[in-house]
């Protein structure tokens, strides 16, 4: 197809205290007394008031998520495989937590019903089969996973995602209250996300009206939020999440480009993750992004964040090659970003320097 | 529900000229031989090289649509009775035209499934049973009818939608090109419905961040085309696309305010279409909306449009009465423009003195 064709969220609920219709919102949803399983990010382990908050029903069951490393096909197995084992069916799959839980949220749901290892269908449109009822609820904002028709994972040959229209949450609420206790380091790289991915669609090669609306609306929110804003409020974490949801629908149309390519790289030596990686990388584009890099510089200091510095130090020439590899293998990124030309401008021995630079 | 769970379309696909996509995209919709019917607006009916580029298939129809007056009840239940005598089942409905093109979809899409006339359902969430498959393709911009849950009738007793989960399209097709020869004026009337809505809806005491954020994206695309642009072509096409999807969204969770409260009260009486009543009653707003009369005053001008004047001149003082009764029912709108008091400030003197200077 030439243009694609979105799949949507099915329905979205957005509030400042939204969380409180959970129950009603999964009731029409529960299929007999096939339980709801609830994947809760490992940070609300020892947060009983929260927890106490999720409305449990006959056999529903809290499983805290370890997101350590980011999501791996074996973690999705086995998550699959024990539900299976416990319960035989379950009636839907609610992911609370960053994009980590949600991909998983996403995956598990997916092979509940589809046959084999989650590694089977990393590419696009492997999956043949609707997944159960799936839902997202981000507690941080800015990965855009809530509307992506992805959920990207680790696998035994390959980071990638399971593509697909099954892919995408047949629900997700946006109750920006959630996310007011994010730590602010934390905060502001998984919104770097968001910004940096508005910053290097808007200036890509690939775009239309659409992507651009969206990428465009995602971007001024993160600006007022981090650079006009004088503290922290309910106002900021409900623009951060209308940020968040604008700058994952923007992807719909439009690609990211140079951070997101040499991040990759960054993340499969050195196990990276995918927030603060991006803030690593991006710091050093001035040359590619000189407005957006300038913007991002100004957010960094405007909130006293230490962007980590010299990560490549004293790594092997084999070493670089790998991150190297793996960059240059994002193509659509590289051409997105630098035009149908992009490997006459981007070479190895520039990636290499940049790399360095880290 | 203290917050609206918001049902989405589909699949949304975006782009100049996708509609070329629309055989493929209608493919696996097809239910045995039973049609796909194509509601086309009357527009179109002397354009063959349009109609040629509809991908009829074995029993595929195309009726047209005489969109003289709006959609009624009545007449949504001649549609669907003539497609049950012709063809017994339908694989779906597509919706080609305006604003009144595509509720007809949505009305006739949901009656071939539900017993009884189309004015038993009028109201919100009486619709029970999914309808079929149903898509829009507008071919004018500004009504946001492509994202909504409703399809506003003209029933034996009132004006009412029928507002449901079940109404919302299936699939929206949102192709620029369809909209490059409408005619000025009409563009105009159309694309102002979407700005007068953001103007109300952003001023509104009912309002969240999200639908804020698709308020503003959308009045703001408004303002580049029709106050900065030195001429119309394909970038304005586009952007007023994404303009009426996003005023749209917007309504999620906010509401019209004192134009639409009042031009309801001429459509009823005097049968005066939604796009340009509108405008003729948001003319003489300024002291709701200073700023927001003023933009709309600088945009008539830039275009040359002629807003008509003294349409209520000579009405007898029952049929202002008509007016203000109905007008004055529409209390969600008015509660959002004036807040809990409006009573108080909309008296129906004032409300009189504004009818007459229609």
Redesign the interface.
Known sequence: ??????????????????F??LD??LAPQRKGDAPMIFFVDEYFKDKPAFLSRIPLQGKDKIVIIDVTHEPKTTQVDKLRDDLKAAFGEVSGIIGIGGGSVMDLAKAVGLMMTNPGSSADYQGWDLVKVRGVYKMGIPTISGTGAEVSRTCVLTGPTRKLGMNSDFTTFD?IM?D?SLTSSVPANQRFYTAMDCFIHCVESLQGTYL???SK?YG??AQE?CEEIFLEKKQWDD?AD??L??AS??GGMSI??SQVGVAHAVSYGLAYLLGTKHGIGNCIVFDKLEEFYPDGVKKFKAMVKKHNIEIPQHITKGLTDEQFDTMINVSLGMAPLWENALGKDWQQIMTRERLRKLYEQL
Chains 1, 2 share one sequence.
Request: no cysteine.
């Open positions: 197809m030439k243009f694609r064709n979105f799949k949507m969220v099915g329905y979205v609920i957005y509030g400042l205290g939204s409180d219709q009603e919102i629900q946006l920006p239309n009206a659409f609306s465009e609306k929110l106002d409900e623009k999440m209308m949801y604008a719909a149309y």
